[in-house]
């Protein structure tokens, strides 16, 4: 209902009385007024004898001859009688959100323009003098605004038309002749054309980098369906390699299965024969034990000796008495070698995933997260570290779910294995290290080395073969009670800073990063390393006498 009176509005209502048309007109420039309206506006303008057009300022000479419009009139007509005559009127008052006229009373109108020289806001029917009169033509017309007062001088109470480039302010001809004297000055429009510029060369920069933006974007988003094209294409030759592979064990299985089952087969049929024959043979002995004591029984002599002789001789038992004591074991070994091939598959697959791991961190990523500045930050990588007891020197017991160490002084029942280093007090991490990780170390003693190592150094040899920091395959940092040493490749580098009980080493494997941070109240960095990692990395710690260390469980 509020839409169709605001249309009848616009459509029917006079631009000069604001009201709904009373014998509308239509002038030659095609706008429509009251006939009374029109001719007082005309009126007015007799002495020029040009006559214009209050909306588009259309001049007309000589002053046109007014007819009725009868399909307005009788539109307006009908309008009356629905009852929404007065809709117009109403609309057209300022309501408290609106900008008010300033030279209405009682009721005041919404204002339609706001003048910048006067400074006022008009209505429609208080503005037409600055569409008349010559001088108010060249004043400077706006969108209503509640803001005009900002443009007087509170001091002197002056439209303020002059910028003082000094005081970098808006300021009226008085200001100009009082405290601004002898600024930099020049009008306020000159100032705002010379800021235009400024703000449309600002405009074109921000274009620019929207446009460069947009482009950035297009490309992300085009890098996140690559990411996801390849990730798929991934996955699904994955899945069928691995089924390929679970199908070869299967075939493996199914081929020891078959092999055990055919050689049960001949084992069983070759110990059923020797049975079959050993079953003829003790009936035979026990035929041949049943006549000789028929004969041991026989009363007479002559007859005994009669049928002695035709006893037939005892022949070579056909099996060895070996049989009974050959071990109860046939396939046992088979068990054993599948387990050792089993065993070897999962320190393959364990070796093997971390350079897999490793390859799928290192995609290119076209924006990457920065380096941690906090220890807040630095926890959000932290890594959980459990030592090896398999590479544990014999001098070090391991405890608390092998994260705490402690160098005996004598040596413990570690069991023979290839990875335990047998020369130096030092243990290796069970977890690979690749990406971006953190761990801390709490330590006690006389010193300790914290360290990270490619999981090929030696476990046996010369010192320089597989101590922590004395080969190309190792970096650590030395800490005692007074210093800091940096060992890698046998070099040897002091370094400064605040001794601590606790260390955190940051390892940023891609971007070939390795840093060791002092902690306590705060973090302090105490050297980093910056280099080529080719493959993973493990932690490690070497200790000296009477020393020991914890691996924190970050929370």
Request: include cysteine; hydrophobic fraction near 30%; aromatic fraction near 8%.
């Amino acid at each position: 209902m509020d839409q169709r009176v605001q249309l009848n509005q616009d459509n029917f209502s006079c631009s000069i009385c604001l009201d709904l048309l009373k014998d509308p007109v239509t002038i030659p420039c095609g706008h429509s007024y009251c006939m009374n309206c029109i001719k007082d506006h005309w009126n007015g303008e007799d002495q020029r004898r040009i006559y214009s057009c209050p909306q588009c300022r259309k001049e007309f000479i000589p002053r046109p001859v007014l007819e009725k419009n009868i399909m307005f009139a009788a539109l307006a007509e009908d309008l009356k009688k629905t009852g929404l005559q007065a809709a117009p009127a109403d609309h057209c008052y300022a309501e408290p959100e609106d900008v008010a006229c300033d030279v209405c009373t009682g009721r005041k109108r919404k204002a339609v323009k706001s003048c910048l020289f006067c400074p006022a806001s008009y209505c429609r029917n208080h503005l037409q003098p600055h569409y008349d009169a010559p001088p108010l033509k060249k004043h400077k017309l706006v969108d209503p605004s509640k803001r005009l007062q900002e443009n007087i001088c509170p001091r002197h109470d002056e439209v303020m038309k002059i910028f003082c480039r000094t005081d970098q302010q808006c300021i009226c001809y008085l200001c100009l002749m009082d405290e601004h004297k002898g600024h930099e000055t020049v009008s306020a429009a000159a100032e705002r054309t010379e800021k235009q510029k400024k703000l449309q060369v600002s405009r074109q920069q921000i274009q620019q980098r929207i446009q460069d933006q947009e482009k950035d974007l297009k490309l992300l988003q085009q890098e996140v369906e690559a990411i996801n094209v390849s990730a798929d294409k991934a996955v699904e030759d994955n899945e069928k390699i691995f089924t390929e592979m679970i199908h070869l064990i299967q075939k493996r299985s199914s081929d020891v299965k078959q092999q055990i089952r055919s050689q049960q087969e001949t084992e069983v049929s070759r110990v059923k024969d020797l049975q079959e024959k050993l079953e003829q043979e003790i009936t035979e002995l026990k035929r041949k034990d049943a006549e000789m004591k028929q004969l041991s029984n026989t009363e007479d002599h002559n007859q005994f000796l009669h049928n002695y002789p035709s006893l037939s001789a005892l022949s070579e038992s056909t099996h060895s008495s070996s049989i009974n004591i050959h071990p109860l074991r046939y396939f046992e070994d088979v068990t054993a070698a599948v387990s050792e091939l089993r065993d070897k598959l999962q320190d393959l697959l364990r070796d093997t995933w971390t350079n897999i791991s490793l390859r799928v961190t290192e995609g290119d990523v076209l924006l990457s997260e920065p380096e941690p500045k906090t220890r807040a930050e630095f926890l959000k990588y932290s890594q959980e570290i459990t030592l090896d007891p398999n590479t544990a020197n014999r001098y070090l017991l391991l405890f608390e779910g092998n994260r705490k160490v402690t160098r005996m002084d004598a040596e413990q029942t570690h069991h023979n294995h290839p990875d335990r280093f047998t020369d130096v007090k030092q243990v290796l991490s069970r977890e690979s290290l690749t990406g971006r990780c953190y761990w801390e170390v709490e330590w006690r003693g006389g010193g300790i080395g914290v360290a990270v190592s490619y999981k090929n150094i030696s476990r046996a040899g010369r010192q320089n073969e597989n101590l922590f920091g004395y080969n190309d395959k190792s970096w650590s940092l030395f800490c005692d009670t007074k210093r800091y040493i940096l060992y890698h490749n046998s070099n040897l580098t002091p370094v400064s800073g605040p001794v601590s009980s606790r260390l955190g080493v940051y390892l940023n494997h891609r971007a070939g990063i390795l840093s060791f941070y002092s902690v306590s109240v705060t973090m302090t960095l105490v050297h980093r390393v910056q280099t080529t990692f080719t493959k993973p990395l493990y932690a490690g710690a070497y200790f000296q006498v009477g020393s020991s260390a914890e691996f924190v469980k970050m929370k």
